[in-house]
């Protein structure tokens, strides 16, 4: 029997305030007119700000504890994924407010925070019944929002094809599952040993359902679709908030599970592989692009590769484990600010232009000086160039890498990186020296995107200058994780 103590009701305080604030939308919105229903973005917005707040204030985990017997962890590592989370769908509601026939629809916020919801659970799901429910209370809401525009092709295509491949990703994943906990006779990740007889067969299947999630390559082909097709603002937030919940699947399964000496090392070559060939296939295909929201597809697959670095140095056979986890956390701050703004960017132009094609974005520098400053901002960061948040990430996972001996990936990153820095720089190239017939036509943007923007801006700049708090964060999350 549950007994619900304060303990209990802090570990789960941020859920509770976001079912507290689906439950006020849903009140809401048949009271307000059509004309008054762009205002939902703001009160999700600033629902999710609030929630972020009070629980920074009350919330913080004091120390490692597990509730609902054993169903959820709460420590900081799913404290800081959390928020990360929050911060992720309040700036995406900003940017959803003025996107046609999906900014006055409060089943469209409503499944936002649904999802928000469920990369909470994830993140903090200590069981792999939780863990299980808390995927599919994340990916079915985001299934619906990628096909959300019924009359547009893409998007519906866009959404379909997101739902067959993840129901097939799923199929895999619940099946390893299933041979996890048959192995061990128990659902409880504590419960689980690498001397079990766990085999590299068996983490496969894992690796399927959650490379999926995560975009890595062989098992990346759904995303530059389902990203060209769905809502520009749901394609940042598949990009960003998504696969950070992902990857905090990854860190708590790996490092918890598959623990043993022969198996971190089995999982460690592994996953350096599919780092290496996920860094080297995004960043080859995103050369070739044309299309903006196929190239940050692209992209994106390449930043899972080098997330996936810091992963794959972080078992304890090696000196440092820490470190290798500390780099991933971080990495994915740096990675979640960064392609919101450029996400964000696409949105206001997108809405403006009515296209997605590079070549369209000649002279947006003169058209937004402000828009152009935050594209370079994010580019610039993307390609892991200093004073900004990518290059002292991609620092830090290079460096895990290093610690752990394994130099040749450290090595195929930084070549990756150098190709990627051409396709980013062509795309400033089109932005601040090509000329276009519309010129003199300004390209404005919403008060939201601006706000939204503006904080994804300043978080750019801090997270790339001022490092020891957010080292310290990353590194809080990397002690507690087990």
């Keep these: 029997m549950t007994v619900y103590d304060s303990t209990t009701i802090l570990a789960i305080l941020p859920e509770i305030l976001i079912l507290g604030l689906g439950i006020v939308l849903l009140v809401l919105e048949p009271f307000w007119k059509e004309a008054q229903r762009r205002s939902l973005g703001w009160l999700v917005a600033g629902g999710l700000l609030v929630t972020l707040v009070v629980s920074l204030i009350w919330a913080r985990p004091v120390e490692a504890v597990t509730v609902f017997g054993g169903m959820l962890r709460s420590d900081w590592m799913s404290f800081l994924f959390k928020m990360l989370f929050l911060l992720s769908a309040a700036l995406t509601a900003l940017f959803m407010m003025d996107v046609e026939k999906l900014g006055r629809r409060g089943e469209a916020y409503l499944l936002l925070l649904v999802a928000t919801l469920g990369m909470n659970l994830m993140a903090a799901a200590s069981d792999l019944v939780m863990l299980y429910l808390a995927i599919e209370t994340t990916s079915i809401p985001l299934y619906v929002l990628a096909g959300f525009m019924l009359d547009d092709d893409k998007s519906t295509e866009s959404g379909f094809k997101y739902l067959l491949f993840g129901a097939a990703a799923s199929t895999i994943m619940l099946y390893g599952f299933s041979l996890l906990y048959g192995f061990s006779g128990s659902t409880s990740l504590a419960h689980f040993s690498g001397d079990t007889g ?254 939204a923007l503006i904080v994804l801006l300043i978080g750019i700049i801090l997270v790339g200058t001022v490092l020891v708090p957010w080292f310290n964060m990353a590194g809080g999350a990397a002690l507690n994780l087990f």
């Design 198 to 451: 766990l085999g590299l067969g068996l983490i496969l299947l894992v690796v399927v359902g959650l490379g999926f999630k995560v975009s890595i390559a062989p098992f990346h082909f759904w995303a530059p679709d389902t990203y060209e097709g769905a809502p520009t603002p749901v394609a940042g937030f598949l990009s960003t908030a998504s696969k950070a919940a992902g990857f905090a699947v990854l860190l708590r399964l790996f490092l918890t599970v598959f623990d043993g000496p022969v198996l971190e090392a089995n999982w460690s070559l592994l996953l350096s592989v599919l780092a290496a060939i996920t860094m080297t296939v995004g960043n080859l295909i995103a050369l070739k692009q044309t299309n903006i929201k196929r190239l940050l597809a692209y992209s994106s697959i390449a930043h899972a590769g080098y997330a996936m670095i810091g992963m794959a140095a972080a078992p304890a056979i090696f000196d440092s484990p820490n470190l290798g986890v500390t780099s991933v956390v971080y990495y994915l701050l740096a990675y979640i600010l960064t392609n919101l703004a450029a996400f964000g960017v696409v949105a206001a132009f997108g809405r403006v232009s009515g296209s997605d094609e590079i070549q369209s974005y000649a002279g947006l520098s003169r058209r937004s000086p402000a828009l152009g400053l935050v594209m370079l901002a994010a580019f610039l960061s993307l390609s892991g160039m200093p004073p900004f948040a990518g290059f002292v990430a991609k620092v830090f996972v290079f460096a895990a890498a290093i610690q752990a001996g394994l130099v040749w990936l450290a090595v195929i990153g930084i070549l990756n990186s150098i190709v990627g820095l051409y396709y980013y720089l062509n795309v400033l190239k089109v932005v601040y020296l090509y000329r276009s017939d519309d010129d003199e036509k300004p390209v404005p943007a919403p008060a939201p995107y601006w706000v």
